[in-house]
């Protein structure tokens, strides 16, 4: 019979592998909009402007707001109950999404989805750190965050071929019931491992939000990293949700068509991104701190050129093969960043800390994205009518210059910022 210490691993994994399928469904409820937008359009009379509010800010208010007090919950108490409860919620809300009649009622379904699925991402950050020691956790994360490829893809294409075949309330109200069906099984399987489970020394008790605060403010890092990779996220966030309808309308493929391709750019692109992302994480940040925003800054930069191209020729097939490099290379932050966000703070701060940067990552990524490039999107249609979303994602992507720089500032400070005292 194998001992306690030889079935950890085997333990670790499955629970590992619960927590990426409940952060993918997370991504299919969050994305699953993007590809549904068109019909959604026409069916209830919507313009850009208001798409994009849907699309992101609806989902913002209440995710970035409501992160955090959730967050200072899971310092404190069970992770795996809060994640579950928000899995269920989350889920739910989708499904109502699929019964909206008009703008508001569907506005506030999706701000009911930001609802349930602000308990899922910075608790999970917080036990895949006590569940992985630093040396690993940036290829942990970048594994759990697999989710994100695949939730998008995934969303995209089945809630395009549900659309197709059905309607897309359909869509919205079958993936919403299969998260809601998918909870109680995620709570039998993923336990708690202690919180600094994986850390040396004993655990001080939760610290208080104006402490974990006072801790992360003293550290510039933490704040070039987070707009770094906010600033990032306005584009990513804002490019997953609109790309679909620029297929529509400037390649004229329909809804299966456009689910079939888009899913395939974000599954190898974002796989390939995230799991090379963590990978350099680690062996360039267990050599050296910087190292963690470095793999992102020159991420970031090649991105620009490289969507710029994507979106500048007319033809399908090289738009297609193009935007595949910088889906990949936008998705290269995630291991590297979110590792050093948890070595800037001891273990009882973790998810606290998470939740503050992903406050700031998400309230610029999705709360700003997708309405910036539908509105400039609006601002550009009278004069190039079913092309202005090509010519609004050219001058979104340009704001990569921006991020770059934040993450080249960061890793200049990160060896002075997580060597330096953590309690205030």
Known sequence: ??????????????????????????????????????????????????????????????????????????????????????????????????????????????????????????????????????????????IFSLGIPLGSAF??????????????????????????????????????????????????AAPSLGTVFRTIAAKPAFWLLGFGAGTASLISYGLAFWIPSFLARSYGLELVERSLIFASIQLVGGMAGIWFGGVAGDRLGNAHPRGYALVPAIAFTLSLPAYLLAFSTTSLLVTALMLVIPTALSLMWLGPVITAITRLVPPEMRATASALFLFINNLI?????????????????????????????????CLYVVAATLMLLASRRLQRDIASPTSA
């Open 155 to 204: 969303g995209v294409l089945f809630g395009g071929l549900l659309a197709a075949q059905v309607d897309w309330r359909f869509a919205f109200i079958a993936i919403g019931l299969v998260g809601v069906l998918f909870a109680p099984l995620f709570k039998f399987v993923v336990r708690d491992p202690g919180h600094g489970r994986a850390e040396e020394g004993p655990r001080a």
């Open 1 to 142: 019979m194998k001992s306690a210490e030889a079935r950890a691993p085997a333990s670790r994994g499955l629970m590992m592998t619960f927590l990426v399928i409940a952060y993918t469904l997370n991504f299919i409820d969050r994305q699953i909009i993007g590809i549904l937008a068109e019909p959604i359009k026409l069916d209830l009379g919507l313009t850009d402007s208001e798409l994009g509010w849907m699309g992101g800010t609806a989902f913002a208010l209440f995710y970035t707001a409501l992160a955090i007090p959730l967050a200072m919950l899971a310092d404190r108490r069970d992770r795996s109950w809060i994640i579950t409860l928000g899995l269920t919620l989350w889920s739910a809300a989708t499904a109502v999404c699929g019964m909206a009649q008009n703008f508001w009622q569907l506005f506030l379904a999706r701000m009911s989805v930001g609802v349930g699925e602000a308990a899922g991402v910075a608790p999970a950050y917080s036990l895949i750190s006590d569940l992985y020691r630093p040396e690993q956790r940036a290829r942990a994360l970048a």
């Open 365 to 397: 990524g999705l709360g700003i994205g997708t309405v910036l490039i539908g509105a400039i999107s609006d601002a550009l249609t009278e004069r190039f009518g079913d092309e202005a979303l090509r010519y609004s994602a050219m001058a979104t992507v």
